[in-house]
């Protein structure tokens, strides 16, 4: 089985403070991809990785930025969090291009006071 | 552009009656689409996709889909709810247009399953 894992279920910061996320995956996929789910919004798509060092803008980027240093890893920074940055952040990752299904970590509930 | 909607935000059944959960979706190109699973507290499971081959899906715990290109939908169904069926359900389609394998998903329909 896929597992990909947050390194945590919940997180308080404080207005201003440098925030990381980190996701992980064991299953040697390419591509990994970063959410944040808002009541009625559903999920919006933050950034994306299709490969080592490399990433891409999704949808709602303003605020944040990633980092693919390792194929398993997927780190989210949020470089000052504000109050409008409080939301669940899921981590998912596919197997490659031609491969649409995706796979979720449990995701992060991020507080920002 | 590509798009989702749900049609319900909330859906409320009793025990042992059918759930259908409404989703229409815009695209241009033949799509991919997914019905996603989250659980309080838990990350998304995969349900069920369509991904051009037999136009009715069956996925896990029961759930069946069908897309219908005459009418843009692919609705979510089951004969007979459980309890453990409640949970907030999302509609995804891929957005093969711009070839970067995105999702683009629905707000969710969150699932009530009353005994």
């Known amino acids: 089985d896929v597992k990909v894992t947050q390194s945590s279920r919940y997180l308080v910061k404080r207005t201003g403070e440098k925030v990381f996320l980190e996701c992980v995956q064991d299953?040697?996929?390419?591509?990994m991809f970063w959410y944040r789910q808002d009541p009625g919004l559903g999920l919006r798509l933050i950034y994306f990785?299709?490969?080592?060092?490399?990433?891409e803008k999704g949808d709602i980027p303003e605020g944040y930025s990633v980092s693919r240093e390792k194929k398993e890893r997927f780190s989210l920074i949020l470089e000052s969090a504000s109050t409008n940055q409080t939301s669940m952040y899921l981590c998912a990752s596919s197997l490659s291009r031609g491969h649409w299904e995706q796979y979720f970590g449990p995701g992060t509930r991020l507080t920002v006071t | 552009a590509q798009s989702v909607t749900q049609l319900d935000s909330h859906v409320s059944v009793s025990e042992g009656t059918p759930v259908l959960l409404r989703c229409n979706y815009s695209?241009?190109?033949?799509?991919?689409l997914f019905w996603y699973v989250q659980h309080p507290n838990k990350g998304l499971q995969l349900l069920l996709k369509?991904?051009?081959?037999?136009?009715l899906v069956k996925g896990i715990n029961g759930f069946e889909a069908e897309f219908k290109k005459s009418e843009t939908s692919f609705h979510l169904t089951k004969p007979s709810a459980h309890m453990s069926d409640a949970a907030e359900y999302f509609c995804v389609v891929s957005d093969s247009a711009s070839g970067t394998y995105k999702y683009i998903f629905g707000t969710g329909t969150r699932l009530k399953v009353l005994a």
């Open positions: 990785s299709y490969d080592v060092k490399m990433k």
């Open positions: 695209s241009s190109y033949s799509p991919s």
């Open positions: 299953m040697d996929h390419e591509n």
């Open positions: 369509y991904t051009s081959a037999a136009t």
